[in-house]
């Protein structure tokens, strides 16, 4: 009798038991052997399944598969539970050998979770998860599942003799830091995610053999382009400018830097200063030279993806190789999708579906790189193996989230430890990363451009004025203010701190009928609208129109365009620095004026590090305003930074550590602690009289159900913008899992993220529509505007040849 794992869906041809579980242990291994694992690894995908090999999950998918209309009774069959049983029989019950029973806890925990998320060893109610699955339920003909698996998977012999090389593979690990359990943890469940629904997805498509890329060899084309490139910059008119010939002696550093072994690294590159190409010349050369399969940008917002992405696949005509991964466009991923597993529903191939990072140049966010380390649901964790052996590039490092400094440290040291990655941080005004209790590993002489006050000084190219100090200005002064600006330059930029001022104040140009070209910019847009809108900006820029362009934050970093005059609304310093860069960026004039303001109008009650920021700065531009000479002589100095960022994280030192009110814990002590630090653990102790017989405490599930790495958490939806809407009517096409992965990556350009308050009132106004069972939201035509993108009213006037 051939026992089942999965029913194909266009042939109804079986995949046998054995079949996926030596397949996926195969994979898995890849995927281990990255960090010295493949045994750990092996074993979690030789034994995820094992509960199939019964009759009882036989007979449930063939009825679910012969009669769809009436599926089998939800919660009748388990199967994730019993590989994590078996290790917990065999290696943790009797005799226990540490190693052995710390392998049969982290791959255990992998194997009964590879259906949802990893259980807690230790909950806030002070009971097991874990336990309770392995230990305590009581699983129908068990013995005869075991019996199987020896016989058509590995013998017992053989098994024993894997286990050994894990636990061999494990005791490696821990001589170097018992800390990086939880990440080693959290590596070998990726790692299973990965396989199980690779393999899943090549037998749906009939085909097990997936060209594999080269990397060497494509990396080795791209950094023969990238050098091309910076030759025709030599042939340049401007060649000679200073600041130019300066970009290429930053970018020649970068060259000469990546010739040492990987790290982590600072590069801090002025604005303006050609970090892209500098830094992308870096990770080529890096990855060519030391054997790196990724080259991974990791940028604060989405509104810089398509920017950064753009600029590189110009310089290296190639879009196939490159991905931007701006948000998860599925939602709902249910907690728990174990009854659907063999068959192919809508759920399983969203689940399926391409979605794992696997691309040689990837582009995403701060926000999506912190949630494949720390947030619920196996989508964003499954990522996590590829991070691993690649060059790791951050973006504007200084926005990481004050209550994720703490969590992105041990992130990236384990990266640079465990993971041989290369992590560059890469930001005009580099913050105190380390001042917290869990430092950032940076490398000794980290930095790799040299001489960087005179850098910094070379590239001054604008004068900050401060008109925030003595007054204030509402929307209808600033308008004012504008309009007198507008008759001695040609180009203005106004970067303000919420979306409602900036929509307001470019309604209030538009009826003043200014004679300029007005633009609007925010995240209300999604990233295909902005980048039109940009288009534009460019082009009236470049042909020297009058041009007035009203933007959030989104422009300040990562876009590069140059305004004669930008005014910022106050904030922080760091922020300061970005708007001035988009002022005079190329050094076209002499020195040119970026007004700092204060305005009125701004409602920072929910943006509580932009407020804080503000205030800082305020109280530097006060103290200069007093006495020129104070903080190095102007606001962007060293010093001045210096004194920005030292106060804004002991300003914010109560919440760097990731603290969780309603527990009384940091999301540290749930994630790493040992039993000595554990509170749950001691607890347990005082309540019980005894220890729990487990060798780890920490509890991972209830980690993640805390973690958002900002404060009010988003939804993506699809928008009705021009190829938006073909988008959304091919979601309910019968098409293939290919099919799907290609459209849901091409969606990336045509979403945008809604808070929940939004979400009801769009829901109230019927502008809302859900696709795929409710795993994707779409905007009805009426909830997207021309100019201002989202239309919570759900009664915009946008034409339909223009969606």
């Known amino acids: ?74 919660g009748s069959v388990d199967h994730s539970t019993a590989g994590g049983k078996l290790l917990y029989e065999l290696f943790h019950k009797d005799n226990i050998s540490r190693y052995k029973g710390v392998v049969a806890e982290i791959v255990g925990n992998a194997i009964l979770s590879h259906h949802s998320y990893l259980q807690d060893f230790l909950n806030p109610e002070l009971e097991s998860n874990y336990l309770s699955r392995v230990r305590d339920k009581d699983l129908k003909d068990f013995e005869i599942t075991k019996k199987l698996f020896f016989e058509n998977v ?73 050098i091309n490139k910076i030759n025709t910059f030599k042939n340049d008119s401007n060649a000679d400018h200073p600041i130019n010939v300066l970009r290429t002696e930053m970018s020649d550093q970068c060259d000469v830097f990546a010739e040492k072994p990987s790290g982590i690294y600072t590069l801090s590159i002025p604005t303006g200063g050609g970090k892209t190409l500098a830094s992308l010349r870096y990770a080529l050369k890096h990855a060519k030279l030391f054997n790196k399969k990724r080259i991974i940008y990791i940028v604060p917002y989405t509104t810089i993806i398509e920017q950064n992405a753009q600029e590189v696949r110009d310089i290296l005509h190639d879009s196939g190789n490159i991905l931007e991964h701006h948000s998860n466009i599925i939602e709902n991923e249910n907690e728990n999708d174990e009854l659907q597993d063999g068959f192919m529903s809508v759920q399983q191939k969203l689940k399926i579906a391409k979605d794992n990072w696997d691309s040689p140049i990837i582009f995403t966010t701060m926000v999506q790189f912190l949630n494949v380390f720390y947030a619920k649901g196996s989508r964003n964790i499954r990522r996590l193996h590829n991070l691993a052996e690649s060059v790791i590039i951050f973006d504007e490092v200084q926005k990481v ?264 814990k940091t999301m540290t002590e749930l994630l790493t602690a040992n039993k000595n630090k554990s509170g749950f653990y001691q607890a347990y102790k005082a309540r019980n009289g005894g220890v729990p017989p487990l060798f780890l405490v920490n509890s991972y599930k209830t980690a993640a159900e805390h973690f958002q790495v900002i404060e009010d958490l988003t939804t993506s939806v699809i928008v009705p913008f021009e190829d938006g809407k073909e988008i959304i009517a091919n ?65 915009s006037q946008l034409p339909l040849e223009y969606i």
């Open 401 to 664: 989230p004050i209550s994720c400094v703490s969590l992105f440290n041990q992130a990236l040291n384990f990266l640079k430890t465990y993971a041989q990655s290369s992590i560059v941080l890469c930001t005009a005004t580099q913050p105190a990363l380390d001042f917290v209790e869990n430092k950032l590993e940076i490398n000794p002489d980290a930095e790799i451009i040299g001489h960087l006050d005179q850098v910094i000084e070379a590239f001054r190219r604008v004068e900050i004025i401060d008109l925030a100090t003595n007054q204030t200005f509402t929307n209808e002064k600033l308008a004012d203010f504008i309009e007198a600006k507008m008759e001695d330059v040609q180009s203005v930029l106004i970067i303000l701190n919420t979306k409602t001022v900036v929509k307001n104040l470019y309604t209030i140009l538009k009826e003043r009928n200014i004679q300029a070209s007005a633009y609007h910019l925010s995240t209300s847009m999604c990233a295909a609208h902005r980048n039109n809108i940009l288009i534009k900006v460019k082009d009236d820029l470049l042909s020297k129109n009058k041009i007035i362009c009203i933007s959030t934050q989104l422009i300040e970093a990562g876009v590069d365009v140059s305004f004669e005059c930008v005014i910022r609304s106050l904030a922080g310093l760091d922020s300061i620095a970005q708007a001035a860069g988009r002022c005079n960026r190329h050094g076209e004039k002499d020195i040119q004026n970026v007004y700092v303001i204060d305005h009125e109008e701004e409602n920072l009650k929910h943006l509580k590090e932009i407020s804080v920021g503000k205030q800082i700065s305020k109280k530097i531009l006060v103290d200069l305003n007093q006495d020129a000479s104070n903080h190095g002589g102007h606001i962007l100095s060293k010093l001045a930074m210096e004194r920005y960022f030292k106060e804004f994280y002991t300003k914010f030192s109560s919440d760097l550590n990731y603290f969780i009110p309603g527990l009384n």
């Open 731 to 795: 979601l309910n096409s019968d098409g293939s899992i290919d099919d799907l992965t290609r459209l849901l990556r091409k969606a990336q350009h045509y979403t945008i993220n809604l808070f929940k308050y939004e979400l009801d009132q769009l829901s109230k106004n019927d502008g809302l529509v859900s696709y795929l069972d409710g795993k994707i939201f779409v905007l009805k035509a009426g909830a997207y505007d021309r100019e201002f993108g989202l239309n919570l009213e759900n009664d």
């Open 1 to 74: 009798m051939n026992f089942i794992a999965h029913i194909r869906e266009s042939d109804k041809t079986i995949q046998t038991v054995e079949e996926h579980l030596l397949a996926a242990k195969e994979l898995a291994e890849t995927y281990g052997e990255k960090l010295g694992v493949k045994h750990l690894t092996g074993l979690a995908g030789m034994l995820h399944d094992l509960g199939k090999y019964s009759n009882e999950f036989r007979e449930y998918i063939l009825q679910a598969v012969n009669n769809p209309a009436a599926p089998p009774k939800r």
């Open 154 to 226: 590995i013998s017992e012999q053989d098994f024993h003799h894997f286990v050994n090389k894990a636990a061999i593979e494990l005791e490696a690990f821990l001589a170097k830091d018992e800390k990086q359990l939880m990440f080693l943890t959290k590596f070998i469940f990726s790692s299973l995610i990965d396989a199980d629904r690779t393999n899943t997805r090549q037998f749906e498509g009939n085909r097990t053999n997936e060209k594999t890329i080269d990397h060497e060899k494509l990396f080795s084309v791209y950094y023969e382009k990238v």
